[in-house]
Antibody
Framework: QVQLTESGPGLVHPSETLSLTCTVS????????VYWVRQPSGKGLEWMGRMRYNGDTSYNSALKSRLSISRDTSKNQVFLKMNSLQTDDTGTYYC??????WGQGTLVTVSS | DIQMTQSPSSMSVSLGDTVTITCRAS??????VNWFQQKPGKSPRRMIYRATNLADGVPSRFSGSRSGSDYSLTISSLESEDVADYHCLQYDEYPYTFGAGTKLELK
């Protein structure tokens, strides 16, 4: 059974760095791509970036200067790091396998 | 970046209605459009992939179509469980881009 679970700090202060982990089960990270998608509260979805099955990454051009996606295949984990957070980065962050299987999302609040 | 212009932004609907939501792509994205349903507090659920293909477990009252750069999601005989937000996504070219979303509300 494919499962993805996001985890992270919940609250981040402005200008700090967000670190999120997506822990997967039921499939191998060397066989499938994992994407990060976020959703500001009450707004639409935004594609952030992708960790491809072969280790390649792609990023949303609007976030590229702040965003990094990496993985640890031995731990079945994909990581998202985004720096210089501001209040409009507040929202729910999802990881998804192939956009077909989604985690439950993790709420990130940027506030002092 | 490719823009996906989704309309309408909201729609007041009745049970049994046929509902159509449309996304227009700013450039050719071929068949690489997905449609997602999202209920409050829940993760998106893929309903349609490659423009016209029904995802696993999705009721047959949902369908996807394409006419040129216009992509549509149609719900026939709307049921109460279909009242939700719907989002289109192009995944032909990076960065992938979503439409702004359509909110269905019961009259």
């Amino acid at each position: 059974q494919v499962q993805l679970t996001e985890s992270g700090p919940g609250l981040v202060h402005p200008s700090e760095t967000l670190s999120l982990t997506c822990t997967v089960s039921g499939f191998s990270l060397t066989g499938y791509s994992v994407y990060w998608v976020r959703q500001p509260s009450g707004k639409g979805l935004e594609w952030m970036g992708r960790m491809r099955y072969n280790g390649d990454t792609s990023y949303n051009s609007a976030l590229k200067s702040r965003l990094s996606i990496s993985r640890d295949t031995s731990k079945n984990q994909v990581f998202l790091k985004m720096n210089s957070l501001q209040t409009d980065d507040t929202g729910t962050y999802y990881c998804t396998r192939d956009l077909a299987h989604w985690g439950q999302g993790t709420l990130v609040t940027v506030s002092s | 970046d490719i823009q996906m212009t989704q309309s309408p932004s909201s729609m007041s609907v009745s049970l049994g209605d046929t509902v159509t939501i449309t996304c227009r792509a700013s450039q050719d994205v071929g068949i690489y459009v997905n449609w997602f349903q999202q209920k409050p507090g829940k993760s998106p659920r893929r309903m349609i992939y490659r423009a016209t293909n029904l995802a696993d477990g999705v009721p047959s009252r949902f369908s996807g179509s394409r006419s040129g750069s216009d992509y549509s999601l149609t719900i026939s005989s709307l049921e109460s469980e279909d009242v939700a937000d719907y989002h289109c996504l192009q995944y032909d070219e990076y960065p992938y881009t979503f439409g702004a979303g359509t909110k269905l509300e019961l009259k």
